[in-house]
């Protein structure tokens, strides 16, 4: 088992930064990969990034080159740097940790972004 908590949601305006953080226990050293997911109101939750062991990273268009995944092994955790915000970024933001097939999932971090 492995045990997720989100944290660093929060109201940030337009054209803002926001930080999430996402710390792992148990399995650990299990863990494959670790992704961030989000669901906004009244739609299906959708892929955001992922970062393997081997630090490779990958996002969805729709975030690349304004959000940053990064992790501290040492801390086991993983950050997900948000810039340049839009309103449409609003969403709950869903930590996920990968063992083979099966998937972990924090309680999730409310992200509103609006003037």
């Known amino acids: 088992q492995v045990q997720l908590v989100e944290s660093g949601g929060g109201l940030v305006q337009p054209g803002g930064s926001l930080r999430l953080s996402c710390a792992a226990s148990?399995?650990?050293?299990?863990?494959?990969?670790m992704a961030w997911y989000r669901q906004a109101p009244g739609k299906e939750r959708e892929y955001v990034t992922r970062?393997?062991?081997?630090?490779?990273?990958n996002y969805a268009n729709s975030v690349k080159g304004r959000f940053i995944i990064s992790r501290d092994n040492a801390k086991n955790t993983v950050y997900l740097q948000m810039n340049s915000l839009k309103p449409e970024d609003t969403a709950v933001y869903y930590c996920?940790?990968?063992?083979?097939?099966?998937?972990?999932w924090g309680q999730g971090t409310q992200v509103t972004v609006s003037s």
């Open positions: 970062i393997f062991n081997s630090g490779s990273t």
């Open positions: 996920n940790a990968r063992i083979m097939v099966s998937d972990y």
């Open positions: 148990g399995r650990i050293f299990s863990i494959g990969s």
